[in-house]
């Protein structure tokens, strides 16, 4: 029998028995009322208790996934939130002119990099080594005409950083020329800024110095790090008085320089940018310099800081500042009598090597 | 909405929370269930109580019900397998022979025709096809019912009982002749 047969067989029969059935069967029977009333409470319950939105997008298969996405998402919000708050704060870096707001002009030294080791006790300082020249706007980049004695300016730093107290002074202590008094020498740079003057390199006798010395390309950190060395009122003077002091002290220097040793105060770097032509005189400190027989100094001394006697009588270091300073500005009495004063206050102080006693 | 409604869509109207849907799509189907349900448990109060969990069960899983098949397939498909279940607690007498595609049971099912009350219906016309409806094999009788009662298909009582299509044809088969040969006094 193929199928299609086998299929109105059982259609037939199908037929057959429904008839049967219709005329045989009895009253269907039909469930008692008990359970249709249980029943329909039973949905109206249901709907009223948990109502089901027909074709709501977050109703059926969507609703899990919908809050799987929201979870997620608020996690990842909160997390993020949270990692932002607890991330370290950056560190607020000063730019580097507020840090070194030096004069442009002037030019980094090698021995600049001694004055980060200062500047760790500037209140140990008795006698301030550096003075900052004034910001010349002119001066060249190059090597300034003057230089001081870099390896005596290193031997000043040296004891003096080791040391840290400067007071009392001890014997062979070098020391450097600076304003007794913060009017004295004004200077654009802040009260921070110091440096000192440098040899100018490659030149025979003064490899040794600057070999020891440090790379010139470092001066501008040592600058920015120096302390607080330098009198304020040098950061007020004008490039024009310190050019006349500088030609002073020039002439100065060369009247000293028959009385042995020079000794360089820091002058170098002030004369620089007004004294481009060297004379034989300067070449002739500048080499002492580098061969360590002269004390380096940056200072450029000004009859302005006669006015302040009660810094620079401070200490025997700063009195004796002063006291070459008024020495070298050609004020030979008035260094005489300060000398005086001086040793009768401090009789037992031992006069550093290379100071030069103020005579008649 | 309305008597003219497609059992679906009143399925679906009662899932987005229309409880008169639903009374209208209970009262079309409360009898053919309770049938197949009377005419395959002997046991009244578990009939009833079947009958009851089967319109809970649809009713809870309303939300789900998805447009696949006919409703009544649906519906059957619940009634079929929570009577399995019921059959599966039971020990001894209603052994239900799932397998058996020829549609004869390796036992024969419980029949509603040893209950006193079919006893007196077993003497009239109507009575004696009820009779011979109890006394077809469980799985014949269930393919039977689903057709007469439920109104499915060959390939809707496939579906709902799970079984091969082919053997829906040959237990419905087997359950029509039966008939047909019982009530042969009666044409």
Sequence with gaps: MSR??????????????????????????????????????FARREVH???????????????????????????????????????????????????????????????????????????????????????????????????????????????????????????GQTFAASPPSKKAAPQAATPTQTFTASPPPA?????????????????????????????????ARAPEELREDSKSHLQADEKASADGPIRDYGVAQLRAPAMPSQSAESERRRSSVAAGRVQP????????????????????????????????????????????????RFPAFVLPEGFVVPTR | ?????????????????????????????????????????????AMEELYQDIWMNLIQARSRYRVEAKFA????????????????????????PLDDEDGEPLELAASAATQPDREAESHQQAGHFLHLVDAL???????????EEGGLGIDEIARATGADREAVKSRLRYALSKLRDGMKDYL
């Design chain 2, 1 to 45: 909405m309305g008597a003219e409604s497609s059992d679906e869509d009143l399925m679906l109207l009662f899932a987005g929370g229309d409880v008169a849907a639903f009374d209208i799509l209970y009262e079309r189907h409360r009898g053919g269930v309770f049938r197949y349900l009377l005419r395959q448990c002997s046991d009244r109060a």
């Design chain 1, 203 to 235: 030149q025979g006798a003064d490899a040794s110095a600057a070999a020891s010395s440090p790379p010139s390309g470092q001066a501008a950190d040592s600058i920015s790090a120096a302390p607080s060395s330098r009198p304020a009122t040098e950061a």
């Design chain 2, 73 to 96: 397939t649906y519906l059957y498909m619940l009634a079929h397998n929570r009577l399995m279940d019921h059959f599966r607690k039971q020990r001894g007498l209603h052994t239900v």
């Design chain 1, 297 to 344: 100094h940056s200072f450029m001394p000004s009859p302005a800081m006669e006015a302040d006697a009660a810094d620079w009588q401070a200490t025997p270091q700063t009195w004796l500042k002063h006291i070459e300073a008024l020495r070298r500005a050609g004020l030979t009495d008035e260094a005489r009598a300060s000398f005086e004063a001086f040793r009768k």
């Design chain 1, 49 to 171: 208790v948990r109502p089901q939105l027909a074709g709501s997008p977050f109703s059926g298969r969507w609703r899990i996934p919908i809050s799987i996405a929201a979870v997620v998402v608020i996690s990842a919000t909160v997390t993020l939130m949270v990692a932002e708050r607890h991330s370290p704060a950056p560190v607020a870096i000063p730019p580097v002119a507020e840090i070194a707001p030096a004069a442009p002009a002037i030019t980094p030294e090698p021995e600049q990099k001694q004055a980060p080791r200062e500047s760790a006790a500037p209140e140990r300082r008795a006698m301030p080594r550096d003075v900052s020249p004034p910001p010349v706007a002119s001066a060249p980049t190059g090597a300034p005409q003057l230089r001081r004695k870099d390896s005596e300016a290193k031997s000043e730093a040296a004891p003096s950083s080791r040391n840290g107290a400067r007071e009392p002074a001890e014997p």
């Design chain 1, 4 to 41: 299609d047969d086998n299929d109105r067989e059982l259609d037939a029969l199908m037929a057959e028995v429904a008839s049967l059935k219709q005329r045989a069967a009895p009253a269907a029977q039909q469930p008692p009322s008990h359970l249709d009333d249980a029943i329909r409470a």
């Design chain 2, 137 to 147: 094999p469980q799985a014949q009788r269930e393919v039977f019912l689903l057709h």
